[in-house]
């Protein structure tokens, strides 16, 4: 659902302490959700979840939603994830540029190619 709502590709961990006491009966829970967010440094942040209904993250204080945001949970990038754009002659010269793919989610792995100038050809 989380997934769902944030449109972006997520992984989720969970963490269950197995052992029951008097306010959580079933024990306590740890969700993380990695979400991948290519424009966050480093390891990216990672927050409490808050929803519409659990502001603090959790609902029963038995169990917490957290979202970590970082480019490690994205895919490598390949070359299939950039295009080729050709802009038009400017003063005899064609530029070549490469953009992202718009529905792009990627990190790493390989570099988008720098922009290219060539002499326009007349056919």
């Not at 969970?14 to 829970?29: A, D, L, Q, T, Y």
């Not at 064609?94 to 390989?110: D, F, L, N």
Request: glycine share 8%; charged share 25%.
């Amino acid at each position: 659902a989380l997934a769902a709502k944030l449109g972006h590709p997520l992984i989720s961990l969970f963490f269950h302490s197995g052992k029951g006491e008097s306010r959580c009966v079933n024990g306590r829970m740890a969700i993380i959700n990695l979400l991948c967010d290519p424009s966050q440094e480093d390891h990216g942040e990672l927050r409490l979840a808050a929803s519409d209904e659990c502001m603090e993250g959790t609902c029963d204080g038995c169990t917490y939603s957290f979202v970590w945001r970082t480019p490690k949970a994205c895919k490598l990038c390949t070359a299939d994830d950039y295009t080729e754009q050709f802009l038009k002659c400017t003063n005899k010269s064609k530029t070549t540029q490469y953009i992202w793919k718009p529905e792009t989610r990627c990190a790493g792995g390989v570099v988008k190619p720098e922009n290219k100038i060539e002499p326009c050809s007349i056919t």
